[in-house]
């Protein structure tokens, strides 16, 4: 029998292995944020085609950046995740970002049963290298035609040290 009281937490994290909620499908332009004090997602706003999602995006349940919001997640897939879908993903790195002067970071993570791609990476830098660079350009640039230079891409780092973020996200949520 299922039990109800039971919320869906932070999975695994020691052991590599997370849940993440998806907010923005890969490829999409709809910048939808999870509503913690609504219990729902919303659409923030639309950005311009050529700042589509390079990845899915999503957070992990039971955690808080920096910045207040949960913990965000780069999903590397090959498909487009639904929006407000949960799934087990496996850590590959953390990419430290900077947004409007708060920490921001993004885990970045692959499908932890993924048949096409979960066996090819077992690290962010067994990622192409273009991609890479696609994903720090990203994240660099896409807020640029609004307010210019209000984010930096930090540089990134391993899987422990997304551990680590991670711990540190999970301590901020249970102290909130």
């Given at each position: 029998m299922?039990?109800?009281n039971?919320?869906?937490d932070?999975?695994d994290?020691?052991n590599?292995?997370?849940n993440?909620?998806i907010?923005?499908p890969?490829?999409?332009?709809?910048?939808?944020?999870w509503?913690?004090?609504?219990?729902?997602?919303?659409?923030d706003?639309?950005?311009?085609?050529v700042?589509?999602k390079?990845?899915?995006?999503?957070?992990?349940?039971?955690?808080?950046?920096?910045?207040?919001?949960?913990?965000?997640?780069?999903?590397?897939?090959?498909?487009k995740l639904t929006?407000?879908?949960f799934?087990?993903?496996?850590?590959l790195g953390?990419m430290?970002?900077?947004?409007?002067?708060?920490?921001?970071?993004?885990?970045?993570?692959?499908?932890?049963d993924?048949?096409?791609l979960?066996?090819i990476?077992?690290?962010?830098e067994?990622l192409p290298?273009?991609?890479?660079?696609?994903i720090?350009?990203h994240?660099?640039?896409?807020?640029?035609l609004?307010k210019?230079?209000?984010?930096?891409?930090?540089?990134?780092?391993?899987?422990?040290?997304a551990k680590?973020?991670?711990a540190?996200?999970?301590?901020?949520?249970k102290?909130?």
């Amino acid at each position: 029998m299922a039990d109800f009281n039971k919320i869906l937490d932070y999975g695994d994290y020691k052991n590599g292995e997370i849940n993440v909620v998806i907010e923005i499908p890969k490829g999409s332009v709809q910048k939808i944020e999870w509503r913690r004090d609504l219990g729902c997602f919303m659409l923030d706003r639309l950005e311009p085609e050529v700042f589509a999602k390079p990845t899915n995006y999503g957070f992990i349940p039971q955690t808080l950046d920096e910045d207040g919001d949960e913990l965000d997640v780069l999903l590397v897939s090959d498909q487009k995740l639904t929006t407000g879908i949960f799934t087990k993903a496996k850590i590959l790195g953390v990419m430290h970002f900077v947004d409007d002067g708060e920490v921001d970071d993004k885990i970045i993570a692959v499908l932890a049963d993924d048949r096409n791609l979960g066996d090819i990476y077992e690290t962010y830098e067994d990622l192409p290298k273009q991609f890479i660079k696609q994903i720090e350009f990203h994240f660099n640039r896409y807020k640029d035609l609004k307010k210019p230079n209000s984010t930096v891409v930090k540089g990134f780092a391993g899987i422990d040290e997304a551990k680590k973020v991670i711990a540190d996200a999970i301590q901020r949520w249970k102290k909130r």
